[in-house]
């Protein structure tokens, strides 16, 4: 029974934030888990380490028991065996009947979660938190934990609880859709990408390096394990195939978001690792 039960909750989230169902196929059927007046928002854990099926198996089964101890009426499943993907929705206000729209509730609860699993299991996890959503527009909700998720890997955070708003300009850029993601980064880091991957070098791994290092160029050599002057070649090759100058601020500006997004669509699976053209 179960299992069913497992299945079914499964096949729900699957097809909202795949949007392979509408609002009026949830009209046509029963989903006791869920109501359709309510607004909903995807938050999506991640373990720091690689976890086994059966692990994983392990983690939404204890999951589902600590929402349940909670009386939290969350939904949740794996996803590509790699996350915990909950479906949490909004409550009203008690006095004023009015939508909670605040985070300070939610936050403490996965605050409150991302301890247990840690003090239970001695898993480190993360959680990328999207905006709230009517159940139409729910993959909205899921684009953006996703991308609060890996793009807060990327700038090097780890055991962090990210919400989508968290993320300064990038919260606004990364409201667009993934193919207008590709053509910006495509615009400023494309011709750097096709050279690494037609060559086999690492121009985009210098850069990223000097972004890393905070623009110091020395400190940046180091961590590459390479001589000053073969760094300085290689960002003068970086200048000379995108048409930009690393000394002017908005061309830094723009390589550095053109290479942030490069990476989170490769992170998020939009796209594969050095492909330009994808």
Known sequence: MKSIENQNTDHLITNLLLRNINIKDLLKH?????????????CIMEPENTLTKREMDTLL??????????????????????????VCPTHYDQKTLEI????????????????????KFGYRVSFGIGNKYPLPDLHRSYKEAIFALHL????GNSFFIKHFSDLGV????????PKVLV??????????????????RELLVSLRCLFDANLDVKAAAERLHLHINTLRYRLKQV??????NLQ???????????LKIYELMVSSGYVDGISAST
């Open 170 to 177: 990038f919260s606004l850029i990364c409201q667009n859709e």
């Open 152 to 155: 807060s890997k990327l700038v």
């Open 239 to 244: 200048e000379e195939l995108t048409g930009m």
């Open 248 to 258: 002017k601020i908005e061309d830094r500006a723009n390589l550095f978001v053109a």
């Open 61 to 86: 089964s204890h999951s589902k028991d600590w929402l349940a101890y909670k009386d939290l009426d969350i939904i949740c499943t794996v996803w590509e065996n790699k996350y915990l993907v909950f």
């Open 183 to 200: 053509q910006f980064y495509e615009k400023f880091l494309g011709p750097v990408i096709n050279f690494d991957r037609e060559n086999q």
């Open 100 to 119: 909670e729209y605040g985070w300070e509730k939610h936050i403490k609860h996965i605050t409150q979660h991302q301890k247990d699993i840690l003090k």
């Open 30 to 42: 029963t989903y006791p888990l869920i109501d359709i007046n309510r607004l909903y928002y995807v």
